[in-house]
């Protein structure tokens, strides 16, 4: 008999079984990994980016649980000798009509306790980043870089030495929940527990729905993120980070320039409907899952909105030229040739039956289970403040 059984290895799943056994280290706590390793999908194919908490609406989850994540987050990593790169980031302006977006971005950096944000023209921007075009900008000081699969490393570290077992190749296939325990059947294994965390990423509407009879109403939309590396002899066309003003109707933030903790530059990411949900290359289809998408009448509504937005993401990824010109908004410099095809990540998106793509983290409750059900950016840097909140539910139950 387990205490807490903790569905998913990614970073979230294991700053959630870290901070349960840091409060309650007498409840025993198993983390079950379908891969070989942890860190696989959404936090292994990660940008590697300290958010600051510009972006997100003042008192909600993300706004919240960024800023506490990102002290938390740091704190460990001093503790732990992770290393990290606080370089600042910049956020560009670059046509008029986008300044009046960038006036909200600095509010709510501002409402969200953001010190040292800075309002900066053309002449500045030049300062920091010399080969930038635009017409205003913000400096986030408080932006960085860092490799979050060693980071969840270092949390399955610590995990394992508080006495948290961790089981990979294990994929869940059956979930029964009963009134005093749920049975967790896996590939290997049959598990009795008291407690499900949900934190399987995308695939944790599936582990959701299992917890419980009446539909969770919402699905995971998977949207993958295509990145292009930047030739080595055009890395000074970047020092840090440059992103653009993101769309305030879409949850993505746009192609931008991101500097890597090991080295070498990022151009991207795009944000096209992926065929499968672990599907990282165009060529990865699998036709029931791509079904289940197009069938959910969430996502037929978001179609419908916003058909022309993903058809030019569509098109972006097919052409390399395309991907450029947007690169070039920013940076008019950046040639085609100095991109090389770089890897591509798979964001869960959550999206509701009336077509709302869910803009705030998600956990669903039923009483033999916690379900985190959407965690998209800027989760990785929210990472142990969301385990901190999960944990907190967790605890209230024994």
Known sequence: MIDVTVIGGGIVGLA???????????????VLEKENQV??????????????????KPGSLKATNCIEGYRMLLEFCDQEGVPYDLCGKIVVATKPEEVSQLNTLFQRGQQNGLGGLRRIGLGEMREIEPHVK????????????????????AY????????????????????????????VVTNKNRYETK?????AGLYSDKIAQLTQREPIGLQIVPFRGEYFKIKPEKYYLVKNLIYPVPDPNFPFLGVHFTRMIHGG??????????????????????????WETLAWPGFQKVAAKYWQMGLG?????FSKTAFTKALQELIPD?????????????????????????????????????????????????????????????????
């Open 16 to 30: 959630t079984a870290l901070q349960i056994k840091q409060q309650r280290p007498a409840l025993s706590v198993v």
């Open 39 to 56: 860190a696989a999908h959404q936090t292994g194919h990660n940008s590697g980016v300290i958010h600051s908490g510009l972006y997100y």
């Open 134 to 153: 635009g017409v205003e900008g913000i400096f986030v000081p408080q932006t960085g870089i860092i490799d979050y699969t060693q980071v969840t490393e």
């Open 156 to 183: 399955a570290r610590k995990f394992r030495e508080l006495g948290g077992e961790i089981h990979v190749g294990e994929r869940v296939e059956q979930l029964t929940p009963g009134t005093s325990l749920s049975v």
């Open 195 to 199: 407690l499900v965390v949900n934190c």
């Open 265 to 290: 530059v990022e151009a991207g990411p795009n944000a096209v409907l992926a065929f499968q949900r672990e599907g990282y290359k165009k060529s990865d289809v699998n036709l029931k899952e791509f």
């Open 313 to 317: 993401e569509m098109y972006r990824s």
């Open 334 to 398: 950046i040639q085609e040739d100095d991109l090389i095809e770089g890897g591509a990540g798979v964001r869960a998106q959550a999206c509701d039956r009336t077509g709302g793509l869910l803009d705030d983290f998600s956990i669903i409750e039923t009483d033999r289970a916690v379900n985190v059900c959407n965690a998209p950016s800027p989760a990785a840097t929210s990472s142990l403040s969301i385990g901190k909140t999960v944990s907190a539910k967790v605890i209230a139950r024994f």
